[in-house]
T-cell receptor
């Protein structure tokens, strides 16, 4: 029973490039959350999605960041024109429905900006 | 807005001893959940224990237990018989169960080192 799968595990980009982070939720889970962990800090909520819908993006920067969760395929967090401050670990979590079941986390994607 | 505070940036405990990690939170909600997550050096996020606010009984999971004081808005984690594998960053988290989303609000973490 595969858990939440994130890829790549590590991603290196130069300033100004685009970064695409992928997340496949656990089987049977239709809710996806993205969190960002800056160095030496806790996780901060970015966005919550269901299939084809963004439910809450209150934690996501207004510019350069976008997220989607299409009907088919993984959820994608996209960062355009990356800057050094985007260097962080990005975690995806999933849950079976908008329930009170704990969220299951992926192993994260470590994004490094040169 | 809800906040979660972990006032102990680092703690150390001897193997086989007991340690308690502190967490306080602030909310005006009455229905919510509290969690402790563990992040070992591998940096995975692993759920340790979960508490429903409407339950008075403290949650336990093997060597891990919580002391949930709802009136004081306190949610501490006790680790008994500490093991070397318990060395990790521990995050306390809050989730409003009646909100539009189930987003988790995390504290800044406590780095626990278990000494041999």
């Amino acid at each position: 029973n595969a858990g939440v799968m994130q890829n790549p595990r590590h991603l290196v980009r130069r300033r100004g490039q685009e970064a695409r982070l992928r997340c496949s939720p656990m089987k049977g889970h239709s809710h996806v959350y993205w969190y960002r962990q800056l160095p030496e800090e806790g996780l901060k909520f970015m966005v919550y999605l269901q299939k084809e819908n963004i439910i809450d993006e209150s934690g996501m920067p207004k510019e350069r960041f976008s997220a989607e969760f299409p009907k088919e395929g993984p959820s994608i967090l996209r960062i355009q024109q990356v800057v050094r401050g985007d260097s962080a670990a990005y975690f995806c979590a999933s849950s079976p429905q908008r329930s009170n079941q704990p969220q299951h986390f992926g192993d994260g994607t470590r994004l490094s900006i040169l | 807005a809800q906040t979660v505070t972990q006032s102990q940036p680092e703690m150390s405990v001897q193997e086989a001893e007991t340690v308690t990690l502190s967490c306080t939170y602030d909310t005006s909600e009455s229905n919510y959940y509290l969690f402790w997550y563990k992040q070992p050096p591998s940096r995975q996020m692993i759920l340790v224990i979960r508490q429903e606010a409407y339950k008075q009984q403290n949650a336990t999971e093997n060597r891990f237990s919580v002391n949930f004081q709802k009136a004081a808005k306190s949610f501490s984690l006790k680790i008994s018989d500490s093991q070397l594998g318990d060395t990790a960053m521990y995050f306390c988290a809050f989730m409003n169960s009646s909100g539009a989303t189930n987003k988790l609000i995390f504290g800044t973490g406590t780095l626990l080192a278990v000494q041999p």
